[in-house]
């Protein structure tokens, strides 16, 4: 059978998130099947160099790549022209990642694959018009929410009125509400819905979206040898890993938190304790004021990008997520349960990754005061770090293998290209 992966940007193991996932699948996939994957290029990843560099590899490892430029909107709207789109509900204006559709339809059209698999909304936006073949979404999060979050966690209203705060307020739950319709609107032109999460098939059965299952997020299996959980005597200073490009929504949703919160519980609770917080991303939009903040903080190494990551995970005491948005499963705690990290999470994180259990497999806490105290019980307790570092990685091997991720999403295309055809189910086969 011949699958194409739709995508937003050449996957990248190292990069972490969907980049992550997807180059699991597409190891797993280019061992079973023709593979291709169809990458819209120029959005997120800006070097083209970079998108060209990775599409070789993955042409070396026996899966073919073909590149779309990203297309988005020319010429500038005004404020009321896109005051009207919306209430238009011109899904191009919504969803400005729809202007790509046209390029990535006749890639599809020219490779006339068996199945597409849409990973992530904006690909599902991309293929929604292709015609003739069955299409597979695997999503998490939409635009709508990330909008949300962000107004929620990110933006600074300390300097304005209470009539400002009630307009914007409004404005931002329009736009949500918009969002969320158009999102709807493009996603039901998909043959299945795949969703990181169970509290996504809700959000997308009350929406009247009811092909809809879970389906797990994998990460590939470590090739460096890793420690489980404890803590080697007189090993250097007590580390704390914070994983994750700092521009996303969801990583920009813990900075207020980290600032105002974890780090002066951490000044009370760590005191006297030679002590870490290693924050690996990339971090060149933060703001200034955290910035500050994080920089003249004389535990707090602001590291930059590093990949692959895998010696970051290895040669840390504890990774620390104190994300708090409710948004979908955190690939860093999967890669965590992998290489046998002990983990410190937000509890938020519960709504994405269903097996997290505080005090099993992870610590989980709501406040500032809560994480910083329970870092301090990993830093004071080698045997609780081990035994959930041992808990979480079996966690990992029971339910984010690649190969069972891979074997979950065959029989979810095999059943979706049957009934789309209506052919048996031996009609499916391996190459």
């Not at 900075?255 to 290693?278: C, N, Q, S, T």
């Not at 097996?355 to 709501?366: F, I, R, Y």
Request: proline residues 5%.
């Amino acid at each position: 059978m011949h699958v194409a992966f739709a995508v937003s940007g050449v996957p990248d193991r190292s990069f972490g998130g969907g980049g992550n996932w997807v180059s699991a699948f597409l190891q797993e996939f280019g061992k079973r099947h023709r593979t291709t994957c169809i990458a819209v290029s120029g959005k997120h990843d800006a070097s083209v160099e970079r998108s060209e560099g990775l599409a070789r590899k993955w042409e070396e490892s026996g899966v073919a790549v073909r590149l779309v430029p990203y297309v988005g909107p020319s010429g500038s709207r005004s404020r009321l022209g896109t005051a009207l789109a919306f209430l238009r509900n011109d899904s191009r204006a919504i969803l400005p990642d729809c202007y790509s559709a046209p390029g990535t339809m006749a890639v599809v059209d020219e490779l006339q694959p068996d199945i597409v698999v849409c990973a992530a909304h904006l690909a599902c936006y991309l293929c929604a018009p292709v015609k003739g073949v069955p299409k597979v979404g695997f999503l998490a999060e939409g635009h709508h929410l990330n909008l949300a979050t962000h107004a929620e966690f990110i933006s600074d209203r300390a300097s304005r009125g209470w009539w400002a705060r009630a307009v914007e307020r409004a404005r931002i739950a329009f736009l949500v509400r918009r969002m969320e319709k158009a999102e709807v609107r493009e996603l039901r032109d998909m043959d299945l819905l795949l969703f990181a999460g169970y509290h996504y098939i809700d959000w997308a059965i009350r929406h009247g979206l009811e092909n809809a299952s879970f389906m797990t997020t994998p990460v590939a299996e470590p090739e460096a040898e890793c420690r489980w959980g404890g803590r080697e005597s007189g090993a250097g200073p007590f580390t704390i890993l914070a994983m994750g490009h700092l521009h996303s929504t969801s990583n920009q949703s813990q900075l207020p938190l980290l600032i105002h919160e974890v780090l002066p519980a951490m000044d009370k609770h760590f005191a006297g304790i030679d002590y870490r917080l290693r924050i690996v991303g990339r971090n060149t939009t933060l703001r200034s004021d955290y910035r500050r903040v994080l920089e003249s903080h004389a535990c707090v190494e602001l590291v930059g990008p590093v990949a692959p990551p895998d010696e970051e995970f290895i040669n840390c005491d504890v990774l620390f997520v104190p994300v708090p948005a409710r948004t979908g499963s955190r690939v860093r705690i999967i890669q965590g349960f992998a290489f046998g990290c002990p983990i410190v999470a937000h509890c938020a994180n519960r709504l994405g990754i269903a097996e997290l259990a505080h005090g099993g497999n992870v610590l989980l806490g709501s406040s500032g005061e809560e994480l910083a105290a329970l870092l301090r019980r990993v830093h004071d307790d080698p045997e609780l770090s081990c035994r959930i570092a041992g808990a979480g990685r079996r966690v990992y091997e029971a339910s984010y293998r690649p190969g069972y991720a891979a074997d979950m999403l065959e029989y979810f295309l095999a059943e979706t290209w049957c009934r789309y055809h209506g052919r048996n189910a031996e009609d499916w086969v391996l190459e």
